[in-house]
């Protein structure tokens, strides 16, 4: 069967940094992205990784390795708006999104 | 418009009432999806369509329907609504050259 595992639940200091981790078991892979979803809102697009290595985008950064079936976002800078749940999906050999529960993040003043 | 819309925002249903969730794109995305999300669970495909007169069944299909009569409405029916189909449901719609989902704001659906 086709997994995507997260941690249910982290915490956090505003001004620290967090990892986040993602591993998968998937048939097939055609890329694996993080989305962002706030209590009550919709997900929203963060990062996309489908070669393997780090993608940075400003306080965020995603990394990826295939052999090991592996990502991780990384968040530095904690803000309070961080506070959210983060979603992590791989796209399978059907171009279908598995997503995983979600890791809740909570930051702590 | 901007985006994808949703109608409604919420609603409570009695049990075997039939419904119907509106979707509507303006982004001129080729493909949507309808999804559910549950407590402690990952988001789960019902149906998609990757083009306008085609969809597929996703995950979790049975006691929904589906219609893509054009590119920027993707309908979904709840025949004869049940408890277990009480649930947050997302559409999307992903652009063909980055295959990135963009979510709708949600409907939040009660069935009594």
């Known amino acids: 069967g086709q997994n995507i595992d997260q941690p249910t639940e982290m915490t956090a200091t505003e001004g620290a940094i967090v990892q986040i981790n993602c591993t998968y078991q998937?048939?097939?892979?055609?890329?694996l992205f993080w989305y962002q979803q706030h209590a009550g809102e919709a997900p929203t697009f963060l990062s996309y990784n489908v070669l393997d290595g780090l993608e940075e985008k400003g306080r965020f950064s995603s990394f990826l390795s295939r052999s090991k079936g592996y990502s991780y976002l990384l968040l530095k800078e904690l803000q309070m708006k961080d506070s959210a749940s983060y979603l992590c999906?791989?796209?399978?050999?059907?171009?279908?999104?598995?997503w995983g529960a979600g890791t809740k993040l909570i930051i702590k003043p | 418009i901007a985006g994808i819309t949703q109608a409604p925002t919420s609603q409570i249903l009695a049990a075997g009432r039939r419904m119907t969730l509106r979707c509507t794109q303006d982004?001129?995305?080729?493909?949507m999806y309808w999804y559910r999300q549950d407590l402690g669970l990952g988001l789960r495909l019902i149906h998609y369509s990757n083009t306008a007169g085609t969809t597929g069944k996703g995950e979790v299909p049975d006691g929904y329907s589906v219609s893509r009569a054009n590119t920027d409405d993707f309908p979904l029916t709840l025949a004869s609504a049940v408890p277990s189909q009480t649930s947050v449901y997302f559409c999307a719609s992903s652009d063909s050259n980055t295959d990135t989902q963009y979510f709708g704001p949600g409907t939040r659906l009660t069935v009594l």
């Open positions: 998937t048939s097939g892979f055609n890329g």
């Open positions: 982004m001129r995305h080729n493909a």
């Open positions: 999906a791989v796209m399978d050999s059907n171009y279908q999104l598995i």
